[in-house]
């Protein structure tokens, strides 16, 4: 069966400093991977979308980024943390065509 | 983005049937989907709709009406650990903000 792994589960950071999330998924070839974000009171947000090893679509212009090194591993990264950054992210993948995504555990962000 | 609105909260009674409701401002899409998020915890999918009508899985059920910009999901026999958030989204892309649904014994 499939399985998607996302740590840490929660994180605190100082403004500034650099960010990088990790999402592997486990039991299937190819996934469609995707970077999300949930602040406060707001909707999912996606972020970033990747169909394939390398290439990577942003939904979002901001100070994070994205990239995928191999084919079930999804990486969240930034340079330098702002304090807006803070939020609950999540990675999610699904195998194409119609249906829902299935979604990591998530990250806590706190950036301080 | 697109306008999706859900209303924040609602309460039901425990072996209740509740309807929460989603509208959305846009025409061209493929499908509508409804995911359940317990507090503190990722979202989970529930169901979706591609064609007018309504899809039943369970106890769960989702109604789609492209022409009113609508959809709802329908909840029977509620039990305790229903007590969550539940988001609308048009083709994973656009969400609301999801609607806490408590519902008491």
């Known amino acids: 069966s499939q399985t998607i792994h996302q740590w840490p589960a929660t994180l605190v950071q100082p403004v500034g400093s650099p960010l990088s999330l990790e999402c592997t998924v486990e039991g299937t070839s190819n996934p469609n991977l995707y970077w999300y974000r949930q602040a406060a009171g707001r909707g999912l947000q996606l972020l970033f979308y990747s169909v394939g090893i390398g290439q990577i679509s942003s939904e979002v212009p901001q100070n994070l980024s994205a990239s995928r090194p191999q084919d079930r591993q999804f990486i969240l990264s930034s340079k330098k943390l702002l304090l807006s950054d803070s939020g609950f992210y999540l990675c999610?993948?699904?195998?194409?065509?119609?249906?829902?995504?299935?979604f990591g555990s998530g990250t806590r962000l706190t950036v301080v | 983005g697109q306008n999706i609105d859900q209303p924040t909260e609602m309460t039901a009674t425990e072996g209740a049937i509740v309807q929460i409701n989603c509208t959305y401002q846009t025409s061209g899409f493929n499908g509508l989907f409804w995911y359940q998020q317990h507090a503190g915890e990722a979202p989970t999918f529930l169901s979706y709709?591609?064609?007018?009508g309504l899809e039943e899985k369970g106890r769960f059920s989702s109604f789609l009406s492209r022409s009113k910009g609508y959809s709802y999901l329908l909840l029977k026999e509620l039990q305790m650990k229903d007590s969550a958030s539940y988001l609308c989204?048009?083709?994973?892309?656009?969400f609301g903000t999801g609607t806490r649904l408590t519902v008491i014994p």
């Open positions: 999610a993948w699904d195998a194409g065509g119609m249906g829902g995504y299935t």
């Open positions: 709709n591609v064609l007018d």
């Open positions: 989204a048009v083709d994973n892309l656009f």
